[in-house]
């Protein structure tokens, strides 16, 4: 950042240029070792201690980050702004395309493609003899599908917890149909008393009374 910002101040734009293309490449390999040391993990309790463990665990770790960046967000009637503004900062960080659309009722977000658990299935890290954990079945971490990537499993527990700390979930994901190959839809409704009951369903729980 300093070289770059130097190379700004100088007027060497090719530079800045060039300099700026070196930190997003060094950014994008240090996010790709994290993403692939997460799924290896996770994949390694799904196989040894089975699914329930391995919900414990990504529990506990959604946990970690999830609800301080809830909490870290400005809770005020106008301040919806702010907060998705806060939340599409979170998801920039995948260094991926963002797109964005909003009606009366919501914000979506797609990454195009995801830069994390899309890319995963993009790469083929699920197939072959080295491939990463499938949840299969329908349960919590599926969204009660047949299966699902191990790595995305982080987001029915990420919506399970910001119900129970404040009775509705900020942003619900719509996984795509095929993973990676289509984009799941990161939906932020405006009010969150008109989040669809279905998204609570899936979770096994009942929409609360308006």
Request: glycine share 8%; proline share 6%.
């Amino acid at each position: 950042m300093d070289r770059l910002t130097e190379a700004i101040d100088a007027g060497n734009l090719e530079g800045a240029k060039k300099l700026a293309r070196r930190m997003y490449n060094e950014f994008l390999s240090m996010h790709d070792l994290y993403r692939d040391w997460t799924v290896a993990t996770l994949s390694f309790v799904g196989r040894r201690f089975g699914d329930k463990v391995l919900e414990e665990a990504m529990d506990a770790g959604v946990k970690a980050w999830w609800g301080p960046n809830l909490e870290k967000m400005p809770q005020e009637p106008d301040a919806l702004r702010a907060r998705v503004k806060m939340f599409a900062a979170g998801i920039k960080a995948h260094l991926r395309p963002l797109h964005i659309e909003e009606d009366d009722e919501k914000i979506v977000m797609q990454m195009r493609p995801c830069g994390s658990g899309g890319r995963l299935v993009l790469e083929g890290k699920y197939e072959g003899p080295d491939a990463m954990y499938t949840v299969k079945g329908p349960q919590l971490l599926t969204y009660g599908r047949e299966d699902f990537p191990v790595y995305c499993a982080h987001e029915p527990l990420m919506e399970l917890q910001d119900i129970k700390a404040h009775g509705a979930p900020f942003v619900v994901i719509e996984p795509a149909h095929e993973i990676g190959k289509q984009h799941c839809n990161f939906i932020i409704y405006k009010d969150k008393s008109k989040v669809p009951a279905k998204y609570y369903e899936r979770l096994g729980l009942k929409k609360p009374a308006a």
